[in-house]
């Protein structure tokens, strides 16, 4: 709707419906899977936002962001790493596989939860790629890009801990 005083006009609507197990509605402990299954998409797109700027540094620093390069403006780093919209291209991706783990979470929690951090891991692996096959292969771009895939890698172990995280 317009956002100016007085004026109510509509320029888009949207509506979209998901149909829900309802055995979510009788059982605590399915919610609480579902929960951590959000906040598992949720940390590791925390990761790939924070690999991305690790990445956007790098590209944009002197000599690919090692500690004793130029440090590139945070304002212009946060301009590349916007554009590259990577965090889009992770939720766009995962939407289909969360309506799947969703519906698996009623049969078999454990297995589905598994199931979906790989799918987290593969989903923010593809985003990540997708991004970075852009920047070239100059020196520069390819030291940013192992820098950035260190972070990830390792900040996605940590958010998507194998077997010890999962409920």
Same mark, same amino acid.
């Given at each position: 709707?317009?956002?100016?005083?007085?004026?109510?006009?509509?320029?888009?609507?949207?509506?979209?419906?998901?149909?829900?197990?309802?055995?979510?509605?009788? #059982? &605590?402990?399915? !919610?609480?899977? =579902?929960?951590?299954?959000? %906040?598992?998409? @949720?940390?590791?797109?925390?990761? /790939?936002?924070?690999?991305?700027?690790?990445?956007?540094?790098?590209?944009?620093?002197?000599?690919?962001?090692?500690?004793?390069?130029?440090?590139? #403006? &945070?304002?212009? !780093?946060?301009? =590349?790493?916007?554009?590259? %919209?990577?965090? @889009?291209?992770?939720?766009?991706? /995962?939407?289909?596989?969360?309506?799947?783990?969703?519906?698996?979470?009623?049969?078999?929690?454990?297995?589905?939860?598994?199931?979906?951090?790989?799918?987290?891991?593969?989903?923010?692996?593809?985003?990540?790629?997708?991004?970075?096959?852009?920047?070239?292969?100059?020196?520069?771009?390819?030291?940013?890009?192992?820098?950035?895939?260190?972070?990830?890698?390792?900040?996605?172990?940590?958010?998507?801990?194998?077997?010890?995280?999962?409920?």
């Amino acid at each position: 709707m317009s956002s100016k005083p007085g004026q109510a006009q509509i320029y888009f609507y949207r509506s979209e419906r998901w149909p829900l197990p309802l055995l979510y509605l009788q #059982d &605590r402990q399915l !919610v609480g899977s =579902l929960k951590r299954a959000i %906040r598992m998409a @949720e940390d590791a797109a925390g990761q /790939l936002r924070r690999a991305a700027w690790f990445l956007a540094s790098g590209f944009l620093s002197s000599d690919g962001g090692s500690e004793s390069g130029r440090v590139p #403006d &945070r304002k212009d !780093v946060e301009r =590349l790493q916007s554009g590259w %919209r990577i965090e @889009e291209r992770f939720w766009a991706e /995962l939407e289909t596989h969360f309506r799947v783990a969703m519906e698996a979470l009623v049969t078999d929690r454990e297995r589905a939860l598994s199931q979906w951090r790989d799918t987290l891991q593969r989903t923010a692996w593809s985003a990540y790629d997708s991004v970075e096959q852009n920047l070239g292969a100059t020196p520069k771009a390819l030291k940013a890009s192992v820098r950035a895939r260190d972070h990830l890698a390792a900040g996605l172990a940590m958010a998507l801990p194998a077997g010890g995280g999962l409920p």
